[in-house]
């Protein structure tokens, strides 16, 4: 009974040591991971302290080539913008200056089309008169010959009245024909107005044309002027985002590199106020992960100097058990399922 009893507390306590020193592998892989982490960042801040050493020259070269980069680039998107800016106030200028040009051809243009407008409105009115009066002509003409006519008409006739009806168409006639000699009057004047409205509108037309043309053409060179400056600032504005991609590129490259240079540092030490409190970080992590490392190696020692024939003995048992209860579940379920059989065929009969 008391080999039995030996048998198993060795072999728990195996076990107990053996789980534990799982638990400390993972405690000093996360601590040396929290140090590797510190001593980045200890990279990081002797870079940004600029603390220089003989140890990690070489690193702190690289970054300061990478700084100085940074810092022509920082110097470039500045006359960059100094230049995108010139060219918006450029482009202004150039807007206001075609502005000034086609508000100039717009006020050239206004009193010429007014202008125009009015002789167009005389010029209807002038044709609408002669035509009335070549109109009320004509009528006056039909009726002086209707009068005559029938004055003619009057000497085949020996009514009591025909003398007073002679003299009363005589005395149409008279005013028939004073009113077409006043029509005939007013014609030559009524003609020589519509014909010269007729010729003083074409040079008016042909300089309304001419302004209109002026104007388009001021127009298209205005948009192909502001064209050229929206390209070239189109290209300045992409020449600095391409500038600040490539600072933040080397921002990214600086990290990693001071990450990088942090065991030199650590191991060369500089002496340097900034950086001592990241110093005795390290040094407690590493403290903490050394006693992790003795407690690992005092239970391997352990381990090692455990009564071995037990802990065989016990992992025999513990397999022999295990296959047994295997053995004992695996006959279970065959006789079970044996009796499912049977049921089913007894159930078919």
């Excluded at 205005?222 to 050229?228: D, H, I, M, Y």
């Excluded at 490259?253 to 970080?281: F, W």
């Amino acid at each position: 009974m008391s080999v039995v009893r030996k048998t198993v507390d060795a072999g728990v306590e195996q076990t107990r040591r053996r789980m534990q020193m799982r638990r400390l592998r993972r405690d000093v892989e996360h601590k040396g991971k929290e140090i590797a982490a510190v001593v980045a960042r200890l990279g990081q801040q002797a870079w940004e302290r600029r603390v220089e050493a003989p140890a990690y020259a070489q690193e702190y070269a690289q970054l300061v080539a990478r700084s100085e980069r940074q810092e022509m680039l920082r110097r470039q998107i500045a006359d960059l913008e100094r230049e995108v800016d010139s060219e918006l106030a450029a482009r202004a200028t150039t807007d206001a200056e075609w502005a000034a040009r086609l508000e100039a051809l717009a006020a050239e243009w206004d009193p010429v089309a007014e202008e125009l407008a009015s002789l167009e409105a005389a010029g209807k009115s002038a044709a609408e008169r002669l035509r009335v009066a070549e109109r009320e002509l004509a009528r006056t003409q039909k009726d002086h010959q209707t009068a005559q006519s029938r004055l003619a008409e009057l000497d085949h006739l020996t009514a009591v009245d025909v003398e007073q009806r002679r003299t009363r168409f005589r005395s149409q006639i008279a005013g028939l024909e004073q009113a077409i000699a006043a029509l005939e009057a007013q014609l030559p004047d009524l003609r020589r107005a519509v014909e010269e409205n007729a010729a003083a509108r074409p040079p008016l037309q042909i300089r309304l044309a001419e302004l209109d043309e002026q104007a388009t053409r001021a127009r298209a060179q205005k948009g192909a002027a502001l064209a050229a400056h929206e390209v070239r600032i189109a290209d300045l504005r992409a020449s600095a985002k391409e500038a600040t991609a490539q600072i933040a590129a080397l921002a990214d490259e600086i990290a990693q590199l001071s990450a990088a240079m942090g065991p030199a540092v650590d191991e060369a030490r500089p002496d340097a106020e900034a950086l001592r409190a990241a110093y005795a970080a390290v040094d407690a992590l590493e403290s903490e992960r050394i006693a992790l490392l003795a407690q690992l190696a005092d239970l391997k020692a352990e381990c090692e100097a455990a009564d071995i024939t037990a802990v065989r003995r016990f992992y025999v048992v513990v397999i022999g058990l295990v296959v047994l209860v295997v053995l004992v579940l695996a006959c279970l379920a065959t006789t079970c399922l044996t009796g499912w059989v049977f049921v089913g065929a007894a159930a078919g009969v």
